[in-house]
């Protein structure tokens, strides 16, 4: 069982950057891949985007362009460099860790975005 703390969130105004961090408890390349996730009130969950243990990405088409996932794997951590947030980027940010068909999450962090 691994434990996922998330951290880096916090209130930004739009066109703003954060770094959001997850720190594993364990050896981050046990599992295929990392990956963030968000959800925004009233909303479903959603990828963010997700790195697999290749160093493979893939975004959410919300923020292509503007989100960057990253993994240390000697930290046993995973980063989103968010870039030019904009509003509709509030939400919990969750971190996921999966070899399926098992999954691991954390208890998340919230960024909120003002306008």
């Known amino acids: 069982q691994v434990h996922l703390v998330e951290s880096g969130g916090g209130l930004v105004q739009a066109g703003g950057s954060l770094r959001l961090s997850c720190a594993a408890s364990?050896?981050?390349?046990?599992?295929?891949?990392m990956g963030w996730h968000r959800q925004a009130p009233g909303k479903q969950r959603e990828l963010v985007a997700i790195i697999t243990s290749g160093g493979r990405t893939n975004y959410g088409d919300s923020v292509k362009g503007r989100f960057t996932i990253s993994r240390d794997n000697a930290k046993n951590a995973v980063y989103l460099q968010m870039n030019s947030l904009k509003f509709e980027d509030t939400g919990v940010y969750y971190c996921?860790?999966?070899?399926?068909?098992?999954?691991?999450w954390g208890q998340g962090t919230q960024v909120t975005v003002s306008s």
């Open positions: 364990g050896s981050i390349g046990a599992f295929n891949s």
């Open positions: 996921v860790a999966r070899n399926w068909p098992s999954e691991h």
